[in-house]
């Protein structure tokens, strides 16, 4: 039998790379909430689709409140206001920057694992986080300089390998920290659910959860509302924003809630966490990011520092 749950994994990581560099695009033009809230539409109007296509109803027998409230409670959490926060930070870190910092991601899987869910906590995981402080460190450290470019419009400053201004750096690392952390509570505690759901219905469950806090957020926020109006409108912004919700929200999400259901959250979230290898390389392909030797070897900590995490 084929290993299904770590291939869903990795084909994940491949898809989520692709759909980073849509969104740092995006990002140039929508803020956080309003793309996040973008691409949480495009997926649920695909996923409600599907269910039609697939004659998967939406009120599937055997699932009470229960898994309802844990579901959208994990889409809030996890996709939210994680991938909120996500957007914000990848504007201020770049592609690369944000691969680096993303990689916490697992051992917070593997933290939310053993306190959730009772899986094994093993000792490699100590030296996992510490390659991952070194891995930031040695990725954001600017030693002085004369003086630093102007940041370019929109509040996205360009990867060019050039260094950025500290405070915004140490805001996106932060952002990004915790995006990280609140994604991985999310899918770790919709685990037991997901276990015995179709991955169909789930999925969307998930994303309604997302939408409702961004909804939210939008009604009392007057800034944020005109925002997400603007980017649910047809216009140029689109270009990279539909793509990027397609593979983001739809595409890779289902993989990835497939990849947990099928194999070990510990085991699959080092498997979605090669999408960091793969988004440095990606951004240099095609977004004309410079990856410098310093930058290329955070990567490389911050996967290993991930793949420690797993280790038995």
């Known amino acids: 039998m084929l290993p299904w749950g770590e291939i869903f994994s990795l084909g994940c990581a491949l898809l989520w790379a692709i759909a980073v560099l849509l969104f740092r695009r995006s ?3 929508l803020s956080p909430v309003a793309l996040n809230a973008f691409k ?14 697939l004659g998967r109803p939406f009120f599937p027998a ?23 926060l996500f957007f914000a930070s990848l504007n201020r870190l770049g592609a690369t920057g944000s691969a680096i910092v993303d990689c916490v991601y697992s051992p917070f899987v593997v933290l939310a694992a053993f306190v959730y869910l009772g899986e094994p906590l093993h000792l490699p995981l100590g030296l996992a986080l510490a390659l991952m402080v070194v891995a930031i460190l040695l990725g954001f450290h600017q ?35 915790v995006s990280m952390l609140l994604m991985a509570i999310g ?12 991955v169909w219905w789930a999925t969307p469950v998930r994303l309604l959860g997302g939408e409702l806090v961004l909804l939210l957020i939008a009604a009392v926020s007057p800034r944020e509302r ?18 990027s919700a397609l593979f983001g929200s739809y595409l890779a999400m289902v993989l990835w809630i497939a990849g947990m259901k099928l194999t ?32 290329g070897l955070a990567v490389a900590l911050g996967f290993a520092a991930a793949l420690v995490a797993t280790l038995r």
């Open 226 to 243: 005109r925002a997400v109006l603007r980017a649910v409108r047809p216009g140029r912004h689109w270009r990279y924003a539909l793509p």
């Open 27 to 29: 990002g140039e033009e």
């Open 187 to 198: 899918i770790v505690v919709a685990k037991p659910v997901l276990n015995r759901a179709d």
């Open 264 to 295: 070990l959250a510990s085991v699959a979230g080092i498997l979605n966490q090669t999408s960091a290898l793969f988004v440095p390389l990606f951004s240099a392909l095609f977004l004309g990011e410079k990856l410098s030797a310093r930058r």
């Open 40 to 53: 949480g539409a495009v997926g649920l109007v695909l996923f409600s689709l599907t269910l039609v296509v």
């Open 143 to 177: 030693p002085a300089r004369p003086a630093l470019a102007p940041a370019p419009a929109h509040g996205a400053p360009a990867e060019t390998g050039e260094p950025r201004p500290a405070s915004s750096s140490g805001v996106g690392i932060v952002l990004g920290i």
């Open 62 to 84: 055997g699932h009470g409140a229960g898994d309802w409230l844990t579901l959208l409670g994990s889409g809030a959490l996890g996709i939210g206001i994680a991938d909120s």
